[in-house]
Nanobody, 125 residues
Framework: VQLQASGGGLVQAGGSLSLACAASGRTFNGYGMGWFRQAPGKEREFVAAISGSGYSTSYADSVKGRFTISRDNAKNTVYLQMNNLKPEDTAVYYC???????????????????WGQGTQVTVSS
């Protein structure tokens, strides 16, 4: 199983970027998928998650109203549209997919879930 993230880059503050994470090796229909980020010297933090059906989403307070998560189950892909980017959004962004759902919500991820390799997002001021 692989999660391949793409779409990162350098953008000025106020700009937009769109990330994509394509999964291969198994289908994640019915499983939560999400995005996390890690800035230099900081812990990895939750950004957004989407339920297996795509009907439910959740966001970190810091990105609410600016970021939108979506998924295309036919393509086994999750997206993150990032608008009005700020310098503090600079980080490596990782996608994640639940390996199982028993006993947890779609927005809870564990170390032994599937994780992508990360894509760098840099926002200049």
């Amino acid at each position: 199983v692989q999660l391949q993230a793409s779409g990162g880059g350098l953008v000025q503050a106020g700009g937009s970027l769109s990330l994509a994470c394509a999964a291969s090796g198994r289908t994640f229909n019915g499983y939560g998928m999400g995005w996390f980020r890690q800035a230099p010297g900081k812990e990895r933090e939750f950004v957004a998650a989407i339920s297996g059906s795509g009907y439910s989403t959740s966001y970190a307070d810091s990105v609410k109203g600016r970021f939108t998560i979506s998924r295309d189950n036919a393509k086994n892909t999750v997206y993150l549209q990032m608008n009005n980017l700020k310098p503090e959004d600079t980080a490596v962004y990782y996608c994640a997919a639940q390996a199982g759902t028993k006993g947890r919500s779609y927005n809870r991820f564990l170390p032994n879930d599937y994780w992508g390799q990360g894509t760098q997002v840099t926002v200049s001021s």
